[in-house]
């Protein structure tokens, strides 16, 4: 199947913003209905004395089929549009889907004064030597999956720590979905006009409460004040993600966590599925050139599905949309690895 010539999006989402914008608010919410997803929950005790939490399908445990680790994008969650269509996808397909949350992200306040970060290598290292233990233990195979903010450090991961696959047995395969490959780029992008009035704005609120409670824990680690003067994502980068992540401030940040810098040393079969039109994370910022000469990178650039939803219509004239077509063919892409 070639998925750039047969995935096509709904007429009346016509455009980038729309096909972003509706299935993460309404499609969601239509998803949680309809596939009503069960997961159990599990808590991993953090090397530094904290914990992050997992939720993973029944079938995680009890399964004997190949396993999906999905890292969630900025504030997303085992409840985001993208990882509910997983959850019924995997389902139908015998995968077993685990979705790790990102500090801050499972609903319960972290304890140490970090969060995450785009280029969260070191912790996505430790996770994921975590579900290789699991599986290998299982003898089942694993693919790692990263959404937007979850794909750049699913990337940087891959081109940080896994300069030998060998080390992870059973790893078949990594996919990246959207991702902000570079950072300074798709943060200039969704500070500005529109994109600062929809996007921006939206994480922002969650984001500035999550540092303020972070301030309440840490009054002598963070600066309050220049994180409620924050009115952009780069401000809020520069005020809280940079200096609690050690780095020097957010040009530094963007620039050592961008995984563009390490994209060219990846040795594991890697999908990178980015839409054209996306109104996120400019399609013209990747690495285009180091994607093309990398052999072991496989890339599939629709020429719509926005950002991170990929919704799919195969009627041209009907309102009615698949929201498993888009996942389901990304898990056929890794049956035929295996």
């Not at 972070?214 to 401000?235: G, H």
Request: aromatic share 14%; charged share 20%.
């Amino acid at each position: 199947m070639n998925f750039e010539q047969e995935f096509q999006s709904p007429f009346w989402l016509y455009n980038g913003h729309l096909q972003t914008i509706w299935p993460a608010v309404v499609g969601r919410l239509i998803l949680q209905k309809k596939v009503e997803p069960t997961y159990i929950r599990k808590r991993w005790v953090t090397p530094d004395d904290d914990f992050i939490e997992i939720d993973s399908d029944m079938s995680f445990f009890n399964g004997k089929g190949p396993v999906v680790v999905l890292f969630h994008g900025l504030e997303g969650s085992s409840s985001s549009y993208y990882a509910q269509a997983f959850y019924q996808a995997c389902k139908e397909q015998n995968f077993s889907l685990s979705i790790p949350h990102f500090r801050g992200c499972s609903g319960i306040d972290n304890k140490q004064a970090r969060s995450y970060h785009a280029g969260d290598s070191e912790e996505v290292n430790w996770i994921i030597h975590k579900y290789s233990k699991i599986c290998t233990s299982q003898q089942r195979d694993l693919h790692i999956l990263g959404i937007s903010l979850g794909g750049n450090a699913l990337l940087h991961w891959a081109g940080n720590y896994l300069s030998d696959s060998k080390i992870f047995p059973n790893l078949r395969s990594i996919i990246s979905i959207s991702a902000p490959i570079n950072l300074r780029e798709s943060s200039i992008k969704i500070d500005r006009g529109f994109n600062r009035l929809i996007y921006a704005n939206h994480f922002l609120r969650s984001m500035k409460k999550k540092a303020k409670k972070k301030w309440i824990q840490f009054p002598n680690e963070l600066s309050i004040s220049d994180i409620q003067r924050a009115r952009t994502i780069s401000d809020f980068d520069d005020a809280y993600t940079a200096p609690v992540h050690g780095f020097s401030d957010v040009k530094d940040y963007w620039n050592r966590a961008s995984s563009s810098r390490v994209i060219d040393k990846i040795k594991i079969k890697t999908l990178l599925i980015h839409s054209k039109n996306d109104p996120i994370v400019p399609f013209l910022s990747l690495p285009h050139r180091i994607i093309s000469r990398n052999p072991f990178i496989e890339s599939w650039f629709p020429e719509s599905g926005g950002h991170a939803s990929f919704l799919h219509s195969s009627d041209p004239t009907s309102f009615w949309v698949n929201h498993v077509f888009f996942p389901k063919v990304v898990l056929n892409w890794c049956k035929n690895l295996t």
